[in-house]
């Protein structure tokens, strides 16, 4: 049984079925949605580029014929782990063994839930919300400079919106980049026509737009809200399954949580990384792919350890950027590239040895950093620093 529709969810069924597993595999989700994949949501999809409908989103799996129940439109309420029962909307059901895939769910403005004009951006009905948005033009404000409202912003100036993001930090992106590799990217938003209002803080929400902290108003037709993400896991309170406390389901190695016979993947979870001698939560794609090869093959009686170099990328005014790995604020930052030429990378090391890589428009070193962040290797910093020397161990 896998409680969670989206891509960890999904990719579990596949898996189990790739890794030999010919017993019942049961899929359930509360979206009334076919499976789809998130990342085009805050992209093409908003466009309406990629044709806007759902079938163009629509995971392309057959789970009829992989031997899979779909059971979509339930929302799992509670779970009985000693009795092996997940409680439902739509009645109690019996497992064997229980695959949470649950994921997150946007963190909401307070005082602004339910409020008309204000949007989230995590599920399709959501996007489907906003394409409306977007054709008509409308001045939006966008809340928060991370990945999702960088990415909304995009769009909408590609659709002729007005676009105000308001960030409570001093810069984008500022829980996850260090401000000497933001500084490249705070331009891209006025290069893109967008205005950026960093170091301001939204009060509430009114009619016709935002009331900044200050007192002061921004007229918007629409706001969109990327502040971030939480594990939806609530659901799981006195189950017996250990949640850490950013509330993700605490994994161990092998992706089993503290209740038996119930492994948890993708967003959803945390896991232990040796790689980076910490605990690791991923709110990203690749982590909801990679994880459940591993919940499988533990699941089906193997003993493999998910340590993974974590991986996402985000597009955003018309560049592509990509994140490999993990960086803590006393790695050693090696700069690689003209940020104004366009295409750069970052470096991270840690004792000499490459444990992250950011990379703007530079696909090759990603593809080249993330072999050498796997390895463990230690590249020369002086030649890592060329833009015109592949990445190599020194
Ligand atoms: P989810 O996709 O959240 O799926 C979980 C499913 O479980 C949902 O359908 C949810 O409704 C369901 N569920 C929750 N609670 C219950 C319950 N109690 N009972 C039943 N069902 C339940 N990552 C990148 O690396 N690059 C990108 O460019 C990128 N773009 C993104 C753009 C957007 C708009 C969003 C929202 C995410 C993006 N991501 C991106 C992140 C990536 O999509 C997620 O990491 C991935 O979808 C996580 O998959 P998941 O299956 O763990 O969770």
């Not at 990719?11 to 509360?30: C, F, K, S």
């Not at 938003?189 to 007192?215: C, I, K, P, Q, S």
């Not at 998910?306 to 790995?325: I, L, T």
Request: charged share 20%.
């Amino acid at each position: 049984m896998i409680v969670g529709a989206g891509m960890a969810g999904v990719q579990t069924a596949v898996e189990l079925r790739q890794q030999g597993w010919r017993g019942p595999v049961t899929l359930l989700g509360d979206e009334p949605h076919p499976p789809y994949d998130r990342p085009p949501l805050s992209k093409a999809v908003l466009l309406g580029a990629e044709g806007g409908a759902l079938a163009d989103v629509r995971f392309d799996v057959d789970f009829r014929a992989l031997g899979v129940e779909l059971r979509l439109g339930v929302h799992a309420q509670a779970l009985r782990a000693e009795q092996h029962h997940l409680v439902t909307d739509a009645g109690l059901v019996a497992y064997d063994a229980l695959v949470l895939a649950t994921g997150a769910y946007p963190v909401v403005l307070p005082g602004t839930a339910g409020l008309a004009g204000v949007h989230p951006l995590r599920t399709l009905d959501d996007a489907a919300a906003l394409r409306p948005v977007l054709e008509r033009r409308e001045h939006v404000v966008v809340v928060g400079a991370g990945w999702i409202g960088a990415e909304f912003a995009t769009a909408a100036r590609q659709a002729g919106c007005e676009v105000t993001v308001v960030e409570a930090a001093d810069r984008p992106l500022a829980g996850v980049l260090p401000a000497s590799v933001t500084a490249h990217m705070t331009g891209w938003y006025g290069e893109a026509g967008v205005t950026l209002r960093t170091g301001t803080t939204v009060a509430g929400v009114e009619a016709g737009g935002v009331v900044l902290a200050d007192g002061s108003r921004l007229a918007a037709g629409a706001v969109v809200v990327g502040i971030g993400a939480r594990p939806a896991t609530g659901w799981l309170a006195g189950s017996g399954v250990t949640l850490d406390p950013q509330g993700a389901v605490r994994a161990d190695e092998r992706l089993r949580t503290t209740a038996p016979d119930v492994f948890a993947v993708g967003d959803c979870a945390s896991f232990p990384s040796a790689r980076y001698n910490r605990r690791l939560l991923v709110h990203h794609w690749d982590n909801a792919v990679q994880g459940p090869r591993t919940a499988a093959a533990n699941l089906l009686g193997g003993e493999e350890a998910y340590d993974p170099v974590p991986y996402f990328w985000s597009e955003q005014f018309g560049r592509f950027v990509q994140y490999a790995g993990f960086h803590r604020e006393e790695d050693t930052l090696i700069s690689r590239g003209d940020p104004s030429d366009g295409s750069w990378s970052v470096l991270w090391l840690r004792r000499g040895v490459l444990v992250a890589v950011l990379a703007v428009g530079r696909p090759r070193d990603m593809a080249q950093a993330r072999k050498l962040i796997a390895a463990g290797s230690a590249p020369d910093p002086v030649l890592a620093a060329d833009p015109a020397v592949p990445l190599k161990s020194a």
